[in-house]
């Protein structure tokens, strides 16, 4: 049977290295945990923009040009 690796990453939050197998993965402690959760709540982290499929959007161009042919 294969044994898991465990991927080495650093915390968003204070850069220390943490493993996947880690039990705050992908944070290093519940500190950071809870620091991150707070930036989300305040609004400091924000989706810029809609997050639109390429395939979408060349169905809908060509159906605006399909309507305005005679």
């Known amino acids: 049977m294969p044994r898991k690796r465990a991927v080495k990453l650093k915390c ?3 850069k220390k290295p943490v493993k996947s197998t880690d039990a705050e993965f992908p944070f ?3 500190r950071c945990r809870t620091i991150d959760l707070g ?3 305040s609004g ?3 989706v810029s923009s809609p ?3 390429a395939e979408e ?3 809908e161009s ?3 040009d399909r309507e305005g042919e005679p």
Do not use: F, N, Q
């Open 39 to 41: 930036k989300w709540a």
């Open 51 to 53: 997050v639109t499929d």
């Open 62 to 64: 060509t159906l605006e």
């Open 57 to 59: 959007g060349i169905r």
């Open 12 to 14: 968003p939050i204070c």
């Open 44 to 46: 400091e982290y924000v």
């Open 28 to 30: 290093c402690s519940e």
